[in-house]
C-alpha cells in the first residue's frame, strides 16, 4: 500500500506540516507496533535523496559542484488541478553557507526540480533500492509564479532550478501552481534543496 502511494505521488517527506499537529513519522510507528512502516520509509526515503543527489550531479556537472542534500526530497504530481502545494525542511547552517574562502567560491542553496518515473522493477525492489529514472518535461510544463530566482531557462526540459536566499534555514512552505496545456495526469516531479558551490571557469593561455 505504500508503495503504491507513493508510486501515484504521495509526497514521501516524513517533515511535519504547519497544517497538522500530528507528525507522519510518529503515525507510522504507532499504527505498526514493529515499526515496519516508519522503518521502509526512511530507508525510502534517504535512499530516494541519494538518487537525486546523482541526478542533480549529473545535470549541472559542467556549471556546479553539488555537494550536499539539505532538505528531504518532496513528490508533486501534475494533475487536471495544475496545483501543488509542497513543505520542504530545509536545514543549512547558514555559518557554513556564509564561508567563502579564496580557493573556494561561497556555496549556495538551490531548489531542483526532477520529473522522475519509477520502473515496474520497482514493485519487488528494497527500500534501499528505488526502481526512479529521469524523464523529460513535456514542452508545453510550467511553473506559475517566482517565489524565488530562476536558475533554468524555459527551454530545458530535463529539471528546473531555484535559487534560494543564502540565510534561509529552518520549515518553509513553497507554494507554485504546475501544469500544462494538455493536463497531463502522468507526471511526477521529485523536489529537493541541495548546498551547491559554482565551479570556476579557468581561463586558458590563449585568452
Known amino acids: 500500500m505504500v508503495k503504491m502511494l507513493m508510486w501515484y505521488g504521495a509526497d514521501i517527506s516524513l517533515a511535519q506540516s504547519r497544517n497538522s499537529k500530528y507528525n507522519p513519522s510518529y503515525i507510522s510507528i504507532h499504527a505498526n507496533p514493529g515499526a515496519t512502516v516508519d522503518y521502509w520509509l526512511r530507508e525510502r526515503v534517504k535512499a530516494i535523496s541519494q538518487k537525486m543527489l546523482t541526478f542533480a550531479r549529473s545535470l549541472c556537472a559542467r556549471t556546479f559542484s553539488i555537494d550536499k542534500s539539505i532538505s528531504t526530497p518532496h513528490f508533486l504530481r501534475l494533475n487536471k488541478i495544475s496545483k501543488s502545494e509542497i513543505e520542504c525542511q530545509l536545514n543549512l547552517h547558514t555559518k557554513v ?49 517566482h517565489p524565488i530566482n530562476g536558475y533554468t531557462t524555459r527551454q530545458n526540459n530535463s529539471f528546473f532550478a531555484y535559487e534560494l536566499p543564502s540565510s534561509i534555514e529552518g520549515l518553509h512552505r513553497l507554494t507554485c501552481r504546475l501544469g500544462s496545456v494538455l493536463n497531463r495526469e502522468n507526471l511526477l516531479i521529485a523536489v529537493q534543496a541541495f548546498s551547491c558551490t559554482e565551479l570556476r571557469r579557468n581561463k586558458s593561455k590563449a585568452d
Open 97 to 145: 553557507n556564509n564561508f567563502a574562502s579564496q580557493n573556494r567560491p561561497r556555496p549556495r542553496a538551490f531548489l531542483f526540480m526532477i520529473p522522475i518515473a519509477f520502473r515496474t522493477t520497482d514493485e519487488r525492489s528494497a527500500a534501499s533500492d528505488p526502481k526512479i529514472v529521469r524523464v523529460a518535461f513535456p514542452r508545453d510544463f510550467y511553473v506559475a509564479g
